[in-house]
Nanobody
Framework: QVQLVESGGGLVQPGGSLRLSCTAS?????MGWYRQAPGYERELVAV???????NYADSVKGRCTISKDNAKNTVYLSMNTLKPEDTAVYYC??????????????WGQGTQVTVSS
């Protein structure tokens, strides 16, 4: 069973920066970040794909960077030039693929990011 522990959310002023961290216990295939704002569906922010590429949401390209430390089973999300519309609960995601290409999704508990003056 995979468990994900997130940290790094908080309140930041517009234009500020935050760095989120997520550490996984257990064997995982890929990790990434999603977010959900009130009244909206959960959406992708940045993820590592199974092929090793990175996908970013258009809304965060150039402002966010996803990185990982494989030795620590940890993924990071560095966010710069934050905007009020970045306010959301950010969720860490991990996928575990089987040999047939199917996967199970695992989610962290979520960390609140609030961008406000």
């Amino acid at each position: 069973q995979v468990q994900l522990v997130e940290s790094g959310g908080g309140l930041v002023q517009p234009g500020g920066s935050l760095r989120l961290s997520c550490t996984a216990s257990g064997s995982i295939s890929t990790m990434g970040w999603y977010r959900q704002a009130p009244g909206y569906e959960r959406e992708l922010v940045a993820v590592f794909t199974r092929s090793g590429n990175i996908n970013y949401a258009d809304s965060v390209k150039g402002r966010c960077t996803i990185s990982k430390d494989n030795a620590k089973n940890t993924v990071y999300l560095s966010m710069n030039t934050l905007k009020p519309e970045d306010t959301a609960v950010y969720y860490c995601n991990a996928r575990v693929y089987n040999r047939y290409g199917n996967y199970n999704n695992y989610w962290g508990q979520g960390t609140q990011v609030t961008v406000s003056s």
